[in-house]
């Protein structure tokens, strides 16, 4: 697998003991859209600042796109980086932002900047503090786009937009993705901004990784069995439980298999990627929080 | 040219979504021999959605042979599946309105009938022959 982010034991501590990242291991595939999910406080955000070189490590190491972080002008022109709440300098104009960007960045594609900031009707003598937040988010986004990165890195980009904003802002990113080949990571606390533009799904709670993987393999595998009272340990083998509820006379299961489900006893249904990544969530404090399951390749 | 849309409470995958909608447009007539499909970027600028899920379902439509890519053009309608089924829709209808009629006077609500229906439908053919 074609890493574009390899996380070991990673760890970022603000002062003496406040730990942000602890013991994080992760790989997050090149070619894919790449969904960061998790809690507040999970750690998605340091993991993304250690990722785009915006923070040190305290321990462990982290390499992307095959090198450290932020190591050299190469590197750095190679990965995109849109912070949270699209951070653009107020007191500059549009067309500012957009010469400080060229002339900050080699692979600059000025005929990209300039149609997008047209687009999304980005004026160039207006100042970025004039602009609505839909539109300072699409010009951080523009920012980052016509930089040409191999990887572009996105911390809760919706997250603070309107529903209208939120859909223009996705619309963008993933006409981008479709023209210009380059891989996106893209946290958000929120599984329904990340449904339908991710591939690839990474749930990640307490600096660990609870699942990983392609989002159509995930959901082709996981599956809601209810049906009759019945004892976890009369699953067939094949079948990982992720959580389970019981009544006196009904269970719940939410399991995970390659193989079928036959069973007539049990009434399967699909589940959506919402549903699942709380089942995840659900079992925490059960199962050895410890363990990530396995990555699909 | 037809535009694609997404029911995100179907249950449906996205890309399966795309597939049915072609195949739904062909066996109407909506969309025939020669006809262009959205190009990939054309449907993620609208939907956004992932362009991998927009090249899935294009690649699945072309492995049934009922489209096929033009490289740096576009993909454009092969077949169609309007002709071969469209004369069997009267008769069958017809049949599924008597069916209908005869489980209502059994007593069966719609959500009965849905329920009857879908469970048959999904059940593997099989079981049908024994």
């Known amino acids: 697998m074609n890493t574009v982010v390899q996380a070991r034991q990673l760890g970022k501590r603000y002062g003496r003991r406040r730990w942000a990242l602890r013991d994080c291991t992760v790989d997050i595939p090149a070619g894919h859209v790449v969904g960061l999910v998790g809690p507040n406080g999970a750690g998605k955000t340091t993991l993304l600042k250690l990722a785009a070189g915006r923070l040190e490590p305290t321990s462990g190491a982290i390499t992307v796109l095959g090198g450290p972080p932020a190591d050299t002008p190469g590197q750095l022109a190679r990965v995109g980086f849109v912070a949270q709440d699209a951070p653009v300098y107020t007191q500059l104009t549009v067309a500012e932002h957009l010469r400080l960007g060229a002339r900050l960045n080699p692979r600059w594609d000025a005929g990209l900047a300039s149609e997008r900031a047209a687009r999304f009707g980005l004026t160039p003598a207006h100042r970025a503090g004039r602009l609505s937040g839909g539109q300072r988010a699409q010009l951080a986004l523009t920012l980052g786009l016509a930089k040409r990165p191999e990887l572009l890195i996105l911390d809760e980009p919706v997250a603070s937009l309107d529903p209208l904003a939120r859909r223009e802002f996705m619309q963008g990113l993933m006409e981008a993705t479709a023209e210009h080949a380059f891989s996106v990571v893209l946290s958000s606390h929120l599984v329904s901004d990340l449904e339908r533009v991710c591939d690839f799904l990474v749930v990640l709670v307490d600096s660990r990784v609870l699942v990983a993987g392609e989002v159509e393999t995930l959901l082709a595998t996981h599956h809601r069995l209810t049906g009759p009272r019945r004892d976890p340990g009369r699953l067939p083998a094949g079948q990982q439980v992720i959580c389970a509820s019981h009544t006196d006379r009904q269970s719940t299961y939410v399991v995970r298999t390659d193989a079928p489900i036959h069973d007539p006893a049990w009434t399967v249904t699909p589940l959506g990627l919402e549903d699942l990544v709380l089942a995840y969530l659900d079992r925490r404090p059960a199962g050895d929080p410890r363990t990530p399951l396995a990555v699909r390749p | ?130």
């Open chain 2, 1 to 130: 040219m037809i535009e694609f849309y997404l029911d995100t409470r179907s249950g449906v995958s996205p890309y399966q979504q795309l597939v049915q909608q072609v195949r739904h447009a062909l066996r109407l007539g909506l969309l025939g021999e020669g006809d262009q499909l959205p190009t990939v970027k054309e449907v993620v600028a609208h939907l956004a959605i992932n362009p991998n899920t927009v090249l899935k379902a294009y690649r699945e439509l072309e492995h049934e042979g009922l489209v096929a890519a033009r490289q740096g053009v576009g993909t454009f309608v092969t077949a169609t599946l309007a002709g071969t089924s469209l004369a069997a829709h009267g008769p069958l209808r017809l049949e599924l309105r008597r069916w209908l009629a005869k489980a209502r006077r059994a007593g069966l609500d719609e959500e009965s009938i849905e329920a009857l229906f879908l469970t048959t439908f999904r059940t593997p053919a099989q079981e049908d022959i024994a």
